[in-house]
């Protein structure tokens, strides 16, 4: 009976004391997205589960929606995935996972097919970032007369696009996707325009100093990676 009860114990103990390996990344469908019943999935989602397990660890995942939910290196083993630009100090650069390119996206119902055709019209776009660099690189390079909507939150660029009051808005690709995915299905037929305004990778960091750790890391993505992509 004793043993009996000391295993049991030991059952009930045991995912307590599991280590948990923080992991973060950006959301987007594809990357980690959570479905109706809250259950996140994607490619983050399954290179932060294979990295853990690499170590002995189960992952919890947290979403980094803007820079300032980058949590701040430390001395633990964790994983982000943000795009490149946004790696915080005290990170190591890892490898690529997915090239989150910049887009444009016009309404339902827009005649606009290309950037092109967006010739003096109004274009949602935070002032000061990459993406407006990219934008008015892009339209200057293309000859293409630049009328930019300029907001300086996020949220208040993707409220004025839904409310029509741009005729179009430029994002990584992946938030793009994003917003057409969260209005419930309002946005669904939005049409993200072929044009490629700029690379945008989005890679792996781990904390600075952990050499071994982050060569563990880089070696189990780029083992994934190439599996994902021969596999399509």
């Not at 005290?90 to 390119?101: A, H, K, L, Q, R």
């Not at 293309?142 to 909507?149: G, N, Q, S, T, V």
Request: charged content about 15%; overall charge negative.
């Amino acid at each position: 009976m004793r043993w009996l009860l000391a295993l049991f114990f030991t059952l009930l103990v045991t995912p307590a004391l599991a280590k948990v390996m923080p992991c973060g990344g950006v959301v987007a469908p594809g990357l980690a997205y959570p479905d109706v019943n809250g259950t996140w999935s994607g490619l983050e989602i399954s290179l932060c589960q294979d990295v853990a397990s690499a170590a002995g660890e189960t992952s919890v995942f947290t979403p980094i929606l803007q820079d300032s939910d980058t949590p701040p290196p430390d001395n633990q083993k964790s994983l982000i995935f943000v795009p490149a630009g946004d790696i915080a100090k005290g990170y190591n650069v890892g490898p690529v996972i997915f090239n989150d390119y910049q887009a444009l996206m016009v309404p339902d119902g827009s005649k606009v097919r290309t950037a092109a055709d967006l010739a003096n019209a109004s274009i949602c776009v935070e002032p000061g970032s990459p993406e407006d660099f990219n934008l008015t690189a892009y339209f200057a390079a293309h000859h293409i007369a630049l009328r930019e909507f300029v907001f300086q939150e996020t949220d208040e660029m993707h409220d004025a696009y839904v409310a029509h009051r741009c005729d179009a808005i430029t994002a990584r690709k992946s938030l793009l996707i994003g917003l057409r995915a969260n209005e419930d299905g309002a946005r669904k037929n939005d049409i993200i325009l072929p044009d490629n305004l700029g690379d945008n990778p989005v890679r792996g960091a781990t904390p600075a100093g952990q050499t071994a750790w982050a060569q563990t890391v880089a070696t189990i993505i780029q083992e994934q990676t190439n599996v994902a992509s021969s596999h399509p």
